[in-house]
């Protein structure tokens, strides 16, 4: 889980007397019309004002406030006196604990000799197809390993047709199994080292899940689900996404569409909570896009920028 704990309130003391925590609490305590008198005193002081400061990035960044004040809390149990002075130590040791709570597994490939079917799995529109297409290119193309290509999602007629295309340009196998026999009876007999599969959308209360989970049961290979979620998702429903399909079962997060927000702080926290690793971060949703070589210090910067 994420190295970021709650140790007790401690200092972070301003000219005032008042720790980082104890304003907080005395902001509650004494309701909302005390905010602004209460942190106009504490933004008079460098080190509280840089904490206020990496606070709001946290929250624009869609964190919880939660997360983000027990991220400061520990950055400033964390810090001596003296590191407290320095703003860019404050950020730093920040940085390091955003990094903390970020794992990531960046490969699908088995051992040479071996094989493994990755299965991705989340919401409509959240670019499991076009993730699919760009990982074949990567592992058929480029890491030149054998690669076929699954789909089952008999609901969207166009996303199967973009997919046996793109297989048949890279000159890979492309199946679509109706039952999860036919589905279990082609893997045992593929000769692939990768098995691509795509599945429907699928939201909340989704009878498609269970249905799902029958193809999964189905597998005689080894399996890694792949949750993927689009950056931008808006937090209640990544909270929905977690819970639906930690149910269902899954292994990695594959993170898509990071050009077009920076807000995705909500699917970092929830990693976390989760205790899941990411495997892939996505950018552009067209096949054109890119496959990011990120590290976990990357997204945490992009979580602080």
């Not at 004002?49 to 960044?61: A, G, H, N, W, Y």
């Not at 592992?139 to 076929?148: D, F, G, I, N």
């Not at 997060?253 to 976390?272: M, R, S």
Request: aromatic share 6%.
């Amino acid at each position: 889980m994420s190295s970021v704990e709650s140790p007790p309130v401690r200092k972070l003391e301003i000219h005032t007397g008042h720790s980082w925590a104890a304003s907080r609490q005395d902001v509650a305590a004494d309701g909302e019309g005390s905010e602004s008198s209460a942190f106009g005193v504490a933004l008079q002081d460098p080190t509280a004002r840089k904490f206020l400061q990496i606070r709001e990035r946290l929250l624009k960044s869609n964190l919880s406030s939660e997360l983000a004040d027990r991220i400061i809390r520990s950055v400033d149990d964390s810090l001596s006196r003296n590191d407290l002075s320095q703003p860019g130590r404050i950020e730093a040791v920040t940085l390091e604990k955003l990094t903390g709570m970020i794992r990531m597994v960046p490969d699908i490939a088995p051992p040479r000799g071996q094989c493994r079917a990755v299965m991705l799995v989340g919401p409509t529109g959240s670019g499991k197809s076009s993730s699919i297409a760009k990982l074949a290119a990567r592992y058929q193309l480029k890491e030149k390993r054998e690669v076929s290509i699954y789909n089952l999602d008999l609901y969207r007629l166009g996303a199967t047709e973009m997919l046996k295309t793109y297989a048949q340009i890279i000159n890979a196998p492309f199946h679509t199994p109706f039952t999860p026999e036919e589905f279990r009876k082609l893997l045992d007999e593929d000769p692939a080292e990768i098995m691509l599969v795509d599945t429907p959308g699928i939201g909340g209360g989704s009878d498609r899940l269970e249905q799902l989970k029958q193809f999964k049961d189905a597998c005689p290979v080894k399996l890694d689900v792949h949750l993927t979620v689009a950056a931008g998702t808006d937090s209640r429903l990544v909270d929905r996404v977690f819970e639906t399909f930690d149910a269902f079962g899954f292994d990695k997060i594959l993170l898509t569409k990071l050009d077009e927000t920076d807000f995705f702080g909500a699917v970092i926290e929830h990693a976390d909570k989760f205790n899941r690793p990411f495997s892939f971060l996505m950018d552009d949703p067209e096949v054109r896009g890119n496959i990011m070589d990120a590290r976990p210090a990357d997204l945490a910067r992009m979580l602080l920028d």
